[in-house]
T-cell receptor, first 114, second 115 residues
Framework: AQSVTQLGSHVSVSEGALVLLRCNYS??????LFWYVQYPNQGLQLLLK??????LVKGINGFEAEFKKSETSFHLTKPSAHMSDAAEYFC????????????FGTGTKLQVIP | DAGVIQSPRHEVTEMGQEVTLRCKPI?????LFWYRQTMMRGLELLIY????????DSGMPEDRFSAKMPNASFSTLKIQPSEPRDSAVYFC?????????????FGPGTRLTVL
């Protein structure tokens, strides 16, 4: 079975500071990994995804994530937080091949302090 | 592209009433997903379809919930009878099969309140 664990349900950073949101995955076969963002009163939208190509993945709005197989991690980072980054972030995993069932993590709410 | 369309955006109903949520996926997408989001349980996959066929409904909470996809451009999620614990935001998402095209596109959600 595939799963993801997001460490920290709430993260606060100062504007301009580094953003680091943690995600660890469990999958018996090579996974596809995703980060989605949800702004208040909206649906989720894709930030970035790893599908077995380059291990460092760049996404929208200056976010990036690195796939580390040895650590089973896929942490999301952004060098400098902006007020508009305040949202909830979800890590997700899908087993490569087959049907597209995706398992989402419990989410991390990011607060950006001015 | 209009994106995934859900209706209604908000629904308030009384316990025991039937509720029907509607979804129009993105044209050409062959997967459709129904999710439920609550503070307590987070984002839960209820059911998903491939080419209008239900593939996995293991997340449907109980027999009061049913979902249909009569054609490639329309799906419904029905709750009958509704209960206060069904109050949540229900999302529909669609995607297309293929290498590098695993992105799920979410609709804006339907906020359901059962009194």
């Amino acid at each position: 079975a595939q799963s993801v664990t997001q460490l920290g349900s709430h993260v606060s950073v100062s504007e301009g500071a580094l953003v680091l949101l943690r995600c660890n995955y469990s999958s018996s076969v090579p996974p596809y990994l995703f980060w989605y963002v949800q702004y208040p009163n909206q649906g989720l939208q894709l930030l970035l995804k790893y599908t077995s190509a380059a291990t460092l993945v760049k996404g929208i709005n200056g976010f990036e994530a690195e796939f580390k197989k040895s650590e089973t991690s896929f942490h999301l980072t952004k060098p400098s937080a902006h007020m508009s980054d305040a949202a909830e972030y979800f890590c997700a995993v899908r087993t490569a091949g087959g049907y597209q069932k995706v398992t989402f993590g419990t989410g991390t709410k990011l607060q950006v302090i001015p | 592209d209009a994106g995934v369309i859900q209706s209604p955006r908000h629904e308030v109903t009384e316990m025991g009433q039937e509720v029907t949520l509607r979804c129009k996926p993105i044209s050409g997408h062959d997967y459709l997903f129904w999710y439920r989001q609550t503070m307590m349980r987070g984002l839960e996959l209820l059911i998903y379809f491939n080419n209008n066929v239900p593939i996995d409904d293991s997340g449907m909470p109980e027999d009061r919930f049913s979902a249909k996809m009569p054609n490639a451009s329309f799906s419904t999620l029905k709750i009958q009878p509704s209960e206060p614990r069904d109050s949540a935001v229900y999302f529909c998402a669609s995607s297309i099969q293929g290498r590098g095209t695993d992105t799920q596109y979410f609709g804006p959600g339907t906020r359901l309140t059962v009194l």
